[in-house]
């Protein structure tokens, strides 16, 4: 008997707020069991000793992009063909090279900060932005790809949040991608997940970080 | 009219290698253009065909392709390296991407500023006796098949053992205490196709050595 997912992490965005979004966009209730000392990291049964873990359909899975692609599947937000996949793939693996530079940003030493911050706007501006919205309108339509909703627009919604909350001039250029923001911050699951009190996660602060670096020992 | 794969990358192995080593296993001849100056890169930014200004570029089935993840899986979908259901996928992502994060770690050595290189080698010495190889090792141990996942070859153990090799280049002694990888590795490299890939003479890239590296910097554009 299948029961709701049970997300294993710390209480933060960090590497599972994606799986968050995509979960709740996907309408599917879930569970936080949230870590709170290194203890219980080392407490985890599994085969890699790590987080983000999700237990789900009598798996017990790690690394992100395995359960990212396997929630996607399941609630059909992957595309309809194998081609569509790698459009959507290739889409999501931009956006996770972008979304990695702003998630590791905090942990960038301070004399360091100002030129990463200067690296990410750039890259913003003049790569990645650019390349979805050219996506957006190379075909007119709504989504990224086939004309319908997929993992693709979920994640780079997320991360337009994550532009906005740096700096939210890094969006205006782009007409199609703050479309694309509206769009799918008014479907009832999605918007449901970004009001307050729900389980999406807020910025981090000094104190967020100083919980990773105690759970996880860096 | 579907020609060969064409691959765009420079003449090293960086992250097109495991690519070539997907292809090359699943039976299928492909195509190479090296980039040599960066003014080839330049032009294919220029001309549209780098989503993201970057490489690795793969042109297959009338796609341009960018993204190593998204061409393996592509690649491996097509070739039917990739599970029979969405549980196996998800098991095969799992340990795809547990081997990419220790691939990723020995990939970048030589950008490792000398002055840290031997404290990352030891790191890299660790994480791989200690976390990553007694996983795969356990994972094969549990369930006794030959290979990874739904006792069949899948995208999962092709990365592995490609895996293994780069393993072994960094220091042999480190795959000693771990007979079903060895096992694993063995079974593998005689597969009619990754035997041929094996060779001397077919597409499979060396490591790097200061003139590749100079030369990927170059290209590169990397300080």
Not at chain 1, 147 to 157: M, P, R
Request: aromatic content about 8%.
């Amino acid at each position: 008997m299948a029961g709701k997912p049970k997300l294993h992490y710390f209480d933060a965005r960090g590497r599972m707020e994606a799986i968050r979004w995509l979960l709740a966009a996907a309408g599917v209730e879930f569970e936080e069991k949230l870590l709170e000392s290194s203890e219980d990291l080392d407490k985890l049964r599994h085969v890699f000793q790590q987080v983000p873990m999700v237990e789900i359909d009598g798996m017990k899975l790690v690394q992100t992009r395995a359960i990212l692609n396997y929630i996607a599947t399941k609630y059909d937000l992957y595309g309809k063909d194998m081609k569509e996949r790698a459009l959507t793939d290739m889409y999501t693996e931009g956006v996770a090279d972008l979304g990695e530079m702003i998630l590791l940003l905090p942990q960038c030493p301070p004399d360091q900060k100002n030129a990463k911050l200067t690296l990410i706007r750039e890259r913003t501006t003049n790569r990645y932005l650019p390349a979805c919205e050219k996506v957006l309108k190379s075909h007119g339509q709504d989504h990224m790809v086939g004309n319908k909703l997929s993992k693709a627009d979920i994640h780079l919604v997320e991360l337009l949040y994550y532009v906005e909350e740096l700096d939210s001039s890094l969006l205006a250029n782009f007409p199609l991608l703050k479309g694309l923001k509206t769009k799918v911050s008014n479907l009832p699951a999605v918007k449901k997940f970004l009001q307050p009190g729900s389980q999406r996660k807020p910025l981090g602060t000094e104190k967020t970080l100083e919980q990773a670096r105690k759970i996880f020992k860096f | 009219m579907a020609g060969k794969p064409k691959l765009h990358y420079f003449n090293g192995r960086g992250r097109m290698e495991c690519i070539r080593w997907l292809l090359a296993a699943a039976g299928v001849e492909f195509e190479e253009k090296f980039i040599e100056q960066p003014e080839d890169l330049d032009k294919l930014k220029s001309d549209g065909s780098l989503m993201f200004q970057q490489v690795p570029l793969v042109e297959i089935d009338g796609m341009k392709l960018v993204q190593t993840r998204a061409i393996l899986n592509y690649v491996a979908t097509k070739y039917n390296l990739y599970g029979k259901d969405m549980k196996e996928r998800a098991l095969i992502d799992m340990y795809s991407e547990g081997v990419a994060d220790l691939g990723d770690m020995i990939m970048l050595l030589p950008l490792c500023p000398p002055d840290q290189k031997d404290a990352k080698i030891a790191q890299i010495k660790e994480t791989t006796t200690n976390r990553y190889l007694p996983a795969f090792e356990k994972v094969l141990k549990s369930h006794g098949q030959d290979y990874l996942v739904g006792n069949k070859l899948s995208k999962a153990d092709i990365h592995l053992v490609e895996l293994l090799y780069y393993v072994e280049e960094v220091d042999p002694s480190l795959l000693a205490n771990f007979p079903l990888l060895k096992g694993l590795k063995t079974r593998v490299s005689n597969l009619p196709a990754v035997k041929k890939f094996l060779q001397p003479g077919s597409q499979r890239k060396p490591p790097m050595d200061e003139k590749n590296l100079e030369e990927a910097k170059r290209i590169f554009r990397i300080k």
